[in-house]
């Protein structure tokens, strides 16, 4: 069992310590007492108060010296397997088994206990690092291993002499597409971990974020053009301080999306309002929809949520993780809300950190 010990329980058992020590002192010293009157009575001496004294204090501090031994003796046996069962846990650790729970009930005491209890959290930790890191080999597996058995299988079958140009031309497109997607799934795990980890430096700059979704909006018009999709650009002027490389990755993966599960003839609404201290962008599509269910873990990494928008279009599940990542180092949140058949809003909200000038 698994519990902070309070501040309180801290102070009762240092003053059950403390009243512990007091009582073996006053064992000790009336035990002293006693021996040296009887010594007194029985052998006259004609020491000074001085001595006398010096050898009450001395027999006093050599019985309570005794009792410590005593009392070390009884408990030693039990800290020894406190210790043994604590060490070796922790060398089950260092070799990789994270599944150890040392059960501190009745045994682990005071600091002791904490230190076991710190050891149980440590491996609850790993467990869960552990299982991330499994979930992600295999996730990364699974999505390397579509495209690289359709590539070999399309290789296999060029390599018959009766196919067609026609043919050939179709098949060849097929490999151009899964080489296209590997690279993608590389750049985007690449760009993942970069931005986890905590020795990447970005630098912040100010600039027109109006003007950078303008920008965005028109980099993806042949996209949107040959869905014939109504595009609407609500912005404000709008300073913000960030790092504008990877803002403009949230905004294109978010419109990309947004094209993607929009069907033909449908539109598009991008917004920009600046809040209290804050830029809130929204980009509204009526597209498919999202269930409520995936909307609980559309960030994670490889999720794509249900089978109907898997084969509306392909992706590898990493670009909403990006998103979401680069949207936390700036200090800001993004939020999803749809319905299945009525469209999809996921809103960005940025602290502006601005300097007009």
């Not at 070799?95 to 002791?112: A, L, S």
């Not at 002027?237 to 033909?264: D, G, V, Y």
Request: net charge negative; proline share 3%.
């Amino acid at each position: 069992m698994n519990r902070k010990i309070s501040k309180t329980e801290m102070a009762f058992k240092g003053a059950g310590a403390m009243l512990f020590m007091f009582l073996l002192c006053c064992v000790a010293f009336t035990a002293a007492y006693f021996l040296t009157r009887w010594f007194y009575e029985t052998h006259p001496v004609s020491w000074s108060d001085f001595i006398v004294q010096l050898v009450n204090w001395g027999m006093g501090l050599l019985i309570l010296i005794l009792l410590g031994v005593v009392v070390s003796i009884v408990t030693r046996p039990k800290q020894m397997i406190v210790w043994n069962e604590t060490m070796a846990a922790l060398r089950r650790i260092a070799k990789g088994d994270f599944n150890v729970v040392i059960d501190r009930e009745g045994k682990y005491r005071g600091q002791m206990g904490e230190f076991v209890e710190s050891i149980n959290e440590m491996t609850q930790e790993l467990r869960q690092v552990e299982r991330l890191r499994q979930q992600f080999i295999s996730d990364v597996s699974h999505e390397i291993q579509s495209p690289l058995t359709s590539i070999r299988g399309f290789a296999n079958t060029l390599q018959r002499e009766d196919l067609s140009r026609e043919e050939q031309r179709r098949y060849l497109s097929i490999i151009e597409k899964e080489t296209v997607r590997l690279s993608r799934l590389s750049d985007n795990l690449m760009k993942l971990t970069s931005l986890e980890s905590d020795q990447v430096e970005w630098e912040k700059q100010q600039y027109r974020l109006d003007t950078q979704l303008e920008h965005v909006v028109l980099s993806c018009e042949p996209q949107w053009l040959e869905k014939e999709l109504d595009i609407e650009l609500d912005t404000e002027p709008c300073h913000i301080r960030a790092n504008e490389e990877l803002l403009s990755q949230i905004w294109l993966n978010l419109l990309h999306n947004a094209i993607k599960f929009t069907p033909q003839g449908g539109s598009i609404r991008l917004s920009l309002k600046k809040l209290d201290g804050a830029a809130r962008v929204e980009i509204a599509d009526t597209g498919i929809g999202i269930s409520l269910e995936d909307q609980q873990r559309i960030f994670e990494r490889f999720y794509k949520g249900d089978k109907q928008r898997t084969r509306t279009a392909e992706g590898n599940g990493l670009g909403l993780s990006i998103v979401q990542k680069i949207t936390e180092l700036h200090g800001g949140t993004v939020r999803v809300k749809s319905k299945p058949g009525e469209g999809t809003v996921f809103e960005v909200v940025l602290p502006l950190n601005e300097r007009e000038p």
